[in-house]
C-alpha cells in the first residue's frame, strides 16, 4: 500500500496546482522524470498503480461530493491503510 501512497500524494500535488484551468482531470501516467527513472516508470507494474491511484482520488472525490483538486492526501492516506 505504500507505493498506492506514494503514487497519491503525487498525483494529488501536481493536479491540485491546474484546478482554475480543468476541475476533476487525472492524468496518471503523464509525469517528469528523467530518462534514466522513466525506463523504470513505463513498466506495467507501475502503471497499474498510477492507475488505481487515480481510480481511488475519483472514488474518494465523488463519495465526499467534492472536486478531486480538493481532496486531501491526509483523507486519502487514511482510506488507503
Known sequence: M?????????????????????????????????HVAYGSICMEPVFIILGQSAGVA?????DEGIAVQDLLYEETERETA
Do not use: K, R
Open 58 to 62: 475519483a472514488a474518494l472525490a465523488i
Open 2 to 34: 505504500a507505493a498506492l501512497s506514494t503514487a497519491l500524494s503525487n498525483i494529488l500535488s501536481v493536479n491540485h496546482t491546474q484546478e482554475e484551468e480543468c476541475t476533476n482531470l487525472l492524468v496518471p501516467v503523464c509525469l517528469s522524470a528523467s
